[in-house]
C-alpha cells in the first residue's frame, strides 16, 4: 500500500503583496491573463490543503485539487482588495471550505438531525463573511453572535460535523480561547509540546531582529535569547541598571512597532 508523503498546507509561501497587487489590477480589468498570474502564485497553496484534508477522507488528492481550484476561482472573483483582509486568510477559507462540503457530500457517516445540517451551512456562510470581514476566521461566540444563536449549538452543529467524518490524528481542534491544533497535539506529553513552542517563537524572534536597530537587537538577544539578567548586562557594558531598563523598553518598544507593522499583534517576548 502507497503511503501519502505527510504534508500540512500554510499561507507562508505565497506572495501576499504581489497577490494583492494582482488582484487590484484584476478588480480594475477583469483580465483573464491576471486571473491566470493569481492562480499560478496560489496553486501551491490549494495543493497544500489538498494532501492535507485527503490524509482524512477517501478521496483522491488529484480530485480535492480540481475543487479547490473552484474555490480559489470564488475566491478571486468576490475578494476586495481595499477592504484591508489578507487574501491568503480568505483564500483558504474558500478553498478548504469548498473541499469540506466535497468530502462531506460524498460521504455522511450518519444521519444528523435536520436543524444542525441547516445551522452547518448557516455556519459556513457566515464564517465566510466575517473571515472576509475581519481578515481572519471568527470565533464560536463571534459566530453565535451574527446567526443570533446560543453558543453552545454552535458547539452541537461542529460536533455534528466532526461525527460526519472519520477521526483522523491529523484532525484540527479550536476553541475560542487557544490556538488551532491537531488532535494528536492532545496526546503528546505537554512539556515536549512547550519546548516546541518556545524553538518556534526563537526563530521568529530572530527572524524579527533582523528588522530592528542594532541597539536593540544587542539588548534582546543578550536578555531574551542567551538569557541574561539585566544586571550582568548592565555590568557588562558599564552602564546603570535604569539606563538597561530604559534601553531595553526602547528595544521591546521598537520591535513591537515591527510586529505591528507586519500585522502580528503579539511578538514572543
Known amino acids: 500500500m502507497q503511503t501519502k508523503k505527510a504534508s500540512t498546507y500554510t499561507r507562508s509561501d505565497v ?34 490543503i489538498a494532501n492535507g484534508l485527503a ?14 481550484c473552484i474555490g480559489l476561482i470564488k475566491a478571486i472573483e468576490n475578494f476586495d482588495p481595499t477592504a484591508g483582509a489578507k487574501c491568503t486568510t480568505y483564500f483558504t477559507h474558500l478553498i478548504a471550505g469548498e473541499m469540506r462540503h466535497y468530502c462531506r457530500d460524498r460521504a455522511m457517516l450518519f ?45 452541537e452543529a461542529f460536533e455534528v460535523e466532526r461525527r460526519r467524518t472519520l477521526i483522523s490524528l491529523d484532525q484540527t481542534l479550536s476553541s475560542d480561547n487557544s490556538d488551532d491544533q ?10 515536549y509540546q512547550g519546548f516546541i513552542h518556545l524553538q518556534e517563537h526563537r526563530l521568529v524572534l530572530q527572524d524579527a531582529l533582523k528588522n530592528v536597530t542594532p541597539q536593540a537587537r544587542e539588548i534582546i538577544e543578550e536578555i531574551f535569547l542567551n538569557e541574561q539578567t539585566q544586571a550582568s548586562y548592565a555590568k557588562r ?10 534601553r531595553l523598553r526602547s528595544a521591546l518598544a521598537e520591535l513591537r512597532r515591527y510586529f505591528h507593522k507586519i500585522g502580528q499583534h503579539q511578538a514572543p517576548v
Open 111 to 155: 444521519r444528523a438531525p435536520r436543524e444542525l445540517v441547516e445551522l452547518n451551512f448557516r455556519i459556513s456562510r457566515m464564517t465566510q463573511a466575517l473571515t472576509y470581514e475581519f481578515g481572519r476566521e471568527p470565533t464560536d461566540l463571534e459566530l453565535a453572535s451574527a446567526l443570533e444563536v446560543e453558543p453552545k449549538k454552535i458547539q
Open 182 to 191: 491537531v488532535f494528536l497535539d492532545t496526546l503528546v506529553d505537554t512539556k
Open 237 to 246: 557594558h558599564k552602564i546603570s541598571q535604569m539606563q538597561t531598563s530604559r
Open 55 to 68: 490524509r482524512r477522507s477517501t478521496d483522491s488528492v488529484d480530485d480535492l485539487i480540481q475543487v479547490g
Open 15 to 48: 506572495d501576499t503583496d504581489l497577490v494583492h497587487s494582482l488582484l487590484a489590477e484584476y478588480r480594475q480589468t477583469k483580465a483573464s491573463g491576471t486571473k491566470d498570474l493569481i492562480i499560478k502564485h496560489c496553486i501551491g497553496l490549494v495543493k497544500r
